[in-house]
């Protein structure tokens, strides 16, 4: 960004984003490797749980924790699962690869910068959030899967990264928190699905970048990924300061897609906030 430690303003910053934005000049998180080799493997002709096993066990730690996970409570195997291979059978090919991207993002949430690391720990752990809610409420709807909705809790902030790192070249701005919060509810949701489209995620994920902070959302025919994250982010700021705990949730027509009522107590019921609890675990939230 030329010459923005030395003389900036909120309008030329955005601007300069959107120019870079367009022109293919904003550097863009990109998925770690072992994600990448995993989904190469699911997208095969040739795929075997067998690839797919050696593919993710290139990472030691990423294997420990997809078998913690498929032995977990969440996925109550009914005997021990001791290899991938064996939890790739029982799972499914797109669920492993669903979770292998969702165990290696955090990686992406990390800084140099104290006060951006702060940002971004706090960031991670609201995506973890909605994800763990995403995919709680998923398994209530028909037509919709839980790994893919836990996926679209994860990424549906995806843009404020890329504004996050651009900040870290203006120490004035990263010292300003409502105005660094101002921009990127202007620029995440836009820059969010650039990225989507540039990890080639289906158009149901893009659409979550796209569209989760338009409360107006509406749409024809079965509920959606979008309706979930609007939903989970409605109930993560219950009884907190943010603006969005004071929406009426009856006017917000994501509820009644997912035939959810709209009294907060009954969104998420006690057992379920278990089933939360433990995948924001599962994700270091």
């Given at each position: 960004m030329n010459n923005v430690a030395e003389s900036w303003n909120e309008q030329?910053?955005?601007?300069?984003?959107?120019?870079?934005?367009?022109?293919?000049?904003?550097?863009?998180?990109?998925?770690?490797d072992v994600a990448l080799r995993v989904r190469d493997a699911v997208e095969d002709e040739n795929a075997s749980a067998s690839k797919i096993a050696q593919a993710a066990s290139t990472d030691a730690a990423l294997s420990a924790?997809?078998?913690?996970?498929?032995?977990?409570?969440?996925?109550?195997?009914?005997?021990?699962?001791d290899n991938l291979q064996t939890a790739i059978a029982r799972l499914g090919q797109k669920q492993i690869q669903n979770l292998v991207i969702s165990l290696v993002m955090q990686q992406m949430f990390?800084?140099?910068?104290?006060?951006?690391?702060?940002?971004?720990?706090t960031l991670w752990e609201h995506?973890?959030?909605?994800?763990?809610?995403?995919?709680?409420?998923?398994?209530?709807?028909?037509?919709l899967k839980p790994d893919q909705a836990l996926m679209a809790g994860l990424v549906h902030d995806i843009g404020i990264l890329p504004i996050?790192?651009?900040?870290?070249?203006?120490?004035?701005?990263?010292?300003q928190p409502e105005l660094l919060d101002s921009i990127t509810?202007?620029?995440h949701t836009r820059i969010g699905a650039h990225i989507l489209k540039k990890w080639a995620f289906p158009e149901s994920l893009i659409q979550v970048a796209k569209n989760h902070e338009n409360l107006d959302y509406d749409h024809?025919?079965?509920?959606?990924?979008?309706?979930?994250?609007i939903v989970a982010n409605?109930?993560?700021h219950v009884g907190t300061d943010h603006a969005l705990a004071d929406v009426d949730w009856s006017t917000v027509s994501a509820f009644s897609r997912l035939g959810l009522e709209t009294e907060m107590e009954v969104i998420i019921m006690d057992e379920e906030m278990g089933q939360v609890n433990e995948i924001q675990v599962m994700l270091g939230g």
């Open positions: 030329d910053f955005v601007d300069e984003l959107i120019s870079d934005l367009e022109s293919n000049r904003l550097v863009l998180p990109t998925l770690p924790r997809l078998l913690q996970v498929a032995n977990s409570p969440l996925y109550r195997p009914r005997t021990p699962i990390q800084a140099t910068d104290d006060v951006l690391e702060v940002r971004l720990r995506n973890v959030e909605i994800a763990a809610i995403c995919h709680v409420l998923a398994s209530a709807v028909p037509g996050l790192v651009r900040a870290e070249e203006v120490p004035d701005l990263l010292n509810a202007r620029l024809d025919g079965n509920p959606d990924y979008t309706d979930l994250v409605l109930k993560s």
